[in-house]
């Protein structure tokens, strides 16, 4: 059975830095493209970064550009946010998903066949 786990999160002050993880197991995800969503309260899933198969390509929301970074490392079936100057509004449970090439959209949330439990980050002021 397919699997995606994160790790990483936590209580950051405002500027400071976190990187999550996320492992896939029971299958090989390397012809998936990988995203970060993220999720507060009563809210839907906002799209965070999505890189493709293959580390093809990468799009990041308006939000977080210039701050944070995805990346992947396929040998290890590994996903990962590097996420720089944390601002309070950064503030949510952060889930990673994977979605089939040609599958939807990137920013789609019901594009995605698989997702991870999430991990909370929060940000302090």
């Known amino acids: 059975q397919a699997q995606l786990q994160e790790s990483g999160g936590g209580l950051v002050q405002a500027g400071g830095s976190l990187r999550l993880s996320c492992v896939g197991s029971?299958?090989?995800?390397?012809?998936?493209?990988m995203g970060w969503f993220r999720q507060t309260p009563g809210k839907e899933h906002d799209f965070v970064a999505q890189?493709?198969?293959?580390?093809?390509?990468?799009y990041y929301a308006d939000s977080v550009k210039g701050r944070f970074t995805i990346s992947r490392d396929d040998i290890e079936n590994t996903l990962y946010l590097q996420m720089n100057s944390l601002k309070p509004e950064d503030t949510a449970v952060y889930y990673c998903?994977?979605?089939?090439?040609?599958?939807?959209?990137?920013?789609?949330?019901?594009?995605?066949?698989?997702w991870g439990q999430g991990t909370q980050v929060t940000v302090s002021s």
């Open positions: 029971g299958r090989s995800f390397t012809n998936y493209n």
């Open positions: 998903a994977a979605r089939s090439q040609y599958r939807g959209t990137h920013n789609t949330p019901a594009s995605y066949d698989y």
């Open positions: 890189i493709g198969a293959f580390s093809s390509s990468t």
